[in-house]
């Protein structure tokens, strides 16, 4: 079964509701600007929630800040990991409440997995204004995502996009492009590939050095001395012949 549409028609509150009533397992699919947004059902019930990093209510809180976001729903039953344990009743009320706050971050934060960066120095960016926010701006490197740095803070995610949009908004840090992931797989074979050249590198070298001991090792074949018979000619016609 796959049921597609925009939330403008079918708001993503009925969508979770019609699938709880249904009691059917399978994804729902929500973009969420260059995002997919995913909620798990498993027998009607919601077992996990992502985005762009982020997980369980976070993710479906971002999603509902999107009313006319296009949606897709796919029977699937794969088992995954679980990250919304609350009834579904309440997991729809608080992600509607968080939905009011991602809307005015999204006006300052659009891309969910961005990079901050910092405009100025961190001692000169933090400002009596903004000393409660010290701790995000000692972890804005210019190489940790929002998500990354809501993780090594240990915090909610949506207090750290609160706390970004803030920043932006006073032109303390600009936004960055994620860069893209490198693929592990030919990063293996360039390295690989460069080891097999290395190896026949050497393995030549060891292999010439070798020939050249064994060429200096053998014994080199030369005339044989006039002090010595030939072996053409008998020993005892040469002695009868000195007499």
Known sequence: MQLEG??????????????VYSSVSGILEVQVASNVGRIFFRDGLPQHAELAGLQGIDAIGRMFAEPDAPFRFLADSTPVT?????DPWEMIELAEHQAQTWMKVRLHVPLLDAVPVLRAPVQTAISPGN??????????DGRRSIPDIARDLGVAPIDVYVGIATLVQHKIVALT??????????????????????EGFFERLIARALEEERRKSEPRQSEPRQSEPRQSEPRYFRNKSQE
Do not use: C, H, N, Y
């Not at 679980?82 to 609350?86: E, P, V």
């Not at 000393?131 to 804005?140: A, G, R, V, W, Y």
């Open 177 to 198: 492009q994620p860069q893209p992931p490198t693929d592990p797989v030919s990063e293996q074979t360039s390295a690989g590939e460069a080891e097999e050249k290395r």
């Open 6 to 19: 925009s939330l403008s028609q079918f708001p993503l509150r009925e969508l979770i509701e019609m699938a």
């Open 131 to 140: 000393e409660d926010l010290k701790p995000l701006l000692t972890l804005i």
């Open 82 to 86: 679980t990250t919304l344990w609350m």
